[in-house]
C-alpha cells in the first residue's frame, strides 16, 4: 500500500486520482528479470501521452545535484529544452542496450528519422544483481513498452527488482499532487528509482524512523547508491521554468535523508505535458505561467518526490540475489513509530 493507504500523510497537497504519475496520461511499462540465485534487474519505460514522441515533443530540463550517475540524453536536453522520446530507468551497466533499444524503436516508428537523444536514466544494483553478466537485452526495453499502462506496479519491478533504499529493499515508487493556480488546476506528479540512503537517515514524515530500526537486520553498504526522478506536469512551463521545478525534486530527496554522498548519483528529469514543440518547427502557439506564479508547483514537486520515495520503499518486497538480501520495510515497526510520534493515527 501507499503511504496515504497506511495513514501516513506527507504534505499538504491532496493527491491526484492514482497518486502517480499516470495521472498526467503517462503510462508505465516493466520488464522484470529474476533468473537464477543472482540475476535481480531489469527495465522501467515511461511513455509521454502522445502517439509520436519524436514529432509531438515536449518541453523538458533536468538537473544533477550529484553527477555520480550515467543518464543518457541530458546534454542535447538541456540544449534544445525538449524530450524526443519516451523515458527508459534501468542498471548502469544496460544504459548503453536500452538506449540502442530506443534507437531502434524511434525509426520503426519514423521512415526519416536520421539522429535522435534517448533519455535513459541509471542506478547500480549490483548488490542484489550480478550486474557484470549484462542480463538487460533489447527485447526487454520494447517488452516493457508493450505492458505499459496507466495502472502499473511498484516497488521490486521492472528496473527497481534490484534496487536498495535505506539499506532496505528500495525500487519504483510515485505520487502526485494537485494545486491550483489562477483559478485552474495543475497536477505535479514524481516517479523515482530509488537506490541510495544510510539506515539510520530514513525519514518518513518528518519522523527520524531509521533510527529506530537502525540494528534491524540486512545492512551492507554505507549510503552509496543512487537516485534518478522523473518529474512531469501538466502545467505550461518553458524548459527554464521545468529546470527550477527539477532543482525542488531534490527538496522532496532531502525530507526522507538524502544527502548526495559520493558514490550517490542524484539527477532529476522535468517535463511538461501541456504543449508539443513540433518536429522542425516552433510551436504554433505558446503560453507559460509566470515565474511569479510557480510557488505552489515548487512545493508540490518536493511533496510528490518525497512520498514517491517512501512509496517505493513501502511497496517493495524482501530480495535475496547475487548473495545478499535486502528486508522489505518492517511496515507493522514502521506504522509504531510513525504513530508514537502522532504522525498517524490507527484505529
Known amino acids: 500500500m501507499k503511504a496515504p493507504e497506511l495513514g501516513i500523510r506527507i504534505g499538504l497537497h491532496e493527491h491526484g486520482k492514482r497518486n502517480s504519475i499516470a495521472d498526467l496520461g503517462i503510462r508505465v511499462g516493466h520488464t522484470t528479470l529474476i533468473e537464477g ?3 535481480r534487474t531489469g527495465v522501467t519505460v ?7 514522441p519524436y514529432r509531438e515533443r515536449l518541453f523538458a530540463s533536468t538537473f544533477v545535484m550529484n ?4 543518464p543518457i540524453g541530458f546534454v542535447q536536453v538541456d540544449e534544445l529544452g525538449y524530450i524526443e522520446t519516451p523515458i527508459a530507468l534501468t542498471n548502469t551497466l544496460s544504459v548503453y542496450t536500452v ?21 535513459v536514466m541509471e542506478c547500480n544494483d549490483s548488490y542484489l544483481n550480478d550486474i557484470r553478466r549484462m542480463a538487460v537485452r533489447e527485447e526487454h526495453y520494447f517488452e516493457a513498452v508493450k505492458s505499459a499502462k496507466l495502472d502499473f506496479e511498484e516497488g521490486s519491478v521492472g528496473a527497481g527488482t534490484g534496487m ?11 505520487s502526485s499532487r494537485v494545486v491550483e493556480i489562477g483559478g485552474e488546476e495543475y497536477t505535479v506528479a514524481s516517479l523515482v528509482l530509488a537506490n541510495f540512503g544510510r539506515r539510520e537517515d530514513l525519514t518518513i514524515a518528518g519522523v527520524p524512523v531509521g533510527l529506530y530500526l537502525k540494528d534491524y537486520p540486512g545492512r551492507g553498504t554505507s549510503g552509496k547508491g543512487s537516485i534518478s526522478m522523473v518529474v512531469a506536469t501538466d502545467a505550461p512551463l518553458t524548459a527554464r521554468q521545468l529546470k527550477r521545478l527539477a532543482k525542488r525534486a531534490v527538496v522532496g530527496l532531502a525530507r526522507t535523508g538524502g544527502y548526495a554522498y559520493h558514490g550517490s548519483g542524484d539527477v532529476v528529469l522535468a517535463f511538461s505535458t501541456a504543449q508539443t514543440v513540433p518536429m522542425g518547427k516552433e510551436p504554433e502557439f505558446v503560453s507559460f505561467l509566470p515565474d511569479n506564479s510557480l510557488s505552489r508547483l515548487f512545493r508540490a514537486t518536493a511533496e510528490a518526490t518525497e512520498e514517491a520515495i517512501i512509496n517505493a520503499l513501502l511497496q517493495a518486497k524482501t530480495v535475496e540475489g547475487n548473495g545478499h538480501v535486502r528486508y522489505a520495510l518492517p511496515m507493522e515497526k514502521v506504522l509504531e513509530i510513525l504513530e508514537k510520534h502522532g504522525m498517524i493515527e490507527r484505529a
Open 37 to 39: 540465485e543472482n540475476i
Open 46 to 52: 515511461l511513455l509521454p501521452p502522445v502517439k509520436n
Open 67 to 70: 553527477g555520480f550517475s550515467k
Open 99 to 119: 538506449a540502442s533499444a530506443m534507437v531502434r524503436h524511434m525509426i520503426e516508428l519514423n521512415s526519416d528519422l536520421r539522429s535522435v537523444s534517448p533519455v
Open 164 to 174: 536498495s533504499a535505506f539499506e532496505f529493499k528500495g525500487g519504483i515508487g510515485s
